[in-house]
């Protein structure tokens, strides 16, 4: 009988430093942009409390936390952020069907869709004040607005590019009404349906941080820019920006990277 060969022993710290490699070029680019920030802070003609470093930066998101005020703000925005977006889900995948399905529904009120998608969710503001008045609605409103039409276009993608063999096949095998949505089309369609709900959000955190910037009466991180904005105190700004991009990656990286993942291995298109 012939012996088995051996693992080659360094096979196992060579798939471990290819792993790792990505996080050390990560962490060294993230090094020198830090090295480059405080460089420029130090050379700046700008006094500290317009351009700070990023150690200033720093001392100015631990005192926002112990206070407590930046966790506050974080969470009326993610309050804000869930009702509007819920929103947005609920009527886009309603109306992405219902223009995937019909044409006549895609030749009139898609133009009409993909037109608003390409208007900046900011211009709805003043609408929502005019009608809704200075209240948390009008900011629900726009984070709506913001959102709803990518979500509406990529489920319409989806359930447009999804192969017309499926459908005959499920026809065939008795599939009718909101059972050939649920079991067929839908999560046919799953992939461009998932892409356009992470556009949605992205577009509906960027809505919502603008609402809150420009209606700043309770207290929310759109809030706390102003605020800054307001005492010249840059530190605080770009803190309070500092947090917006962590909340931001870490629901990407919590809610849609995982279910990313799962529809490729499902897909097949996982490496």
């Keep these: 009988m012939v012996p088995e060969p051996a693992a080659h022993p360094h096979r196992p710290w060579s798939a471990v430093r290819t792993a790792a490699l990505p996080w050390v070029r990560r962490l060294l680019f993230y090094l020198a942009l830090l090295a480059l920030w405080e460089g420029m802070a130090r050379l700046a003609f700008w006094p500290p409390y317009l ?30 952020l869930a009702v509007g977006y819920g929103i947005s889900v609920s009527l886009g995948l309603t109306l992405g069907l219902l223009l995937g399905r019909n044409k ?8 009409l869709v993909l037109g608003l998608q390409a208007l900046p969710s900011v211009c709805w503001l003043p609408l929502a004040i005019l009608w809704f008045g200075l209240s948390e609605r009008a900011i629900i409103f726009v984070v709506v607005l913001g959102a709803l039409f990518a979500i509406t276009l990529g489920v319409e993608a989806g359930v447009k590019n999804t192969p017309p063999l499926y459908l005959k096949a499920a026809r065939n095998l008795g599939a009718r009404g909101p059972a050939l949505y649920t079991q067929v089309l839908l999560p046919a369609a799953l992939p461009a349906i998932l892409s356009g709900l992470k556009q949605g959000w ?34 605080q700004v770009m803190a309070v920006m500092l947090l917006i991009v962590i909340v931001g990656v870490s629901i990407d990286q919590i809610v849609f990277a995982p279910i990313e993942r799962r529809v490729r291995e499902r897909w097949g298109l996982a490496p």
């Design 51 to 80: 351009f700070p470093g990023p150690f200033i930066v720093l001392e100015a998101l631990l005192a926002g936390l112990r206070k407590g005020t930046f966790v506050t703000g974080i969470l009326i925005s993610l309050q804000r």
């Design 104 to 111: 006549m529904l895609a030749e009139t009120v898609g133009s």
């Design 202 to 235: 992205s577009f509906a955190w960027r809505s919502l941080m603008a609402g809150e910037l420009l209606l700043s009466f309770t207290l929310s991180l759109g809030n706390l820019l102003q605020m800054g904005r307001d005492l010249n105190d840059a530190a």
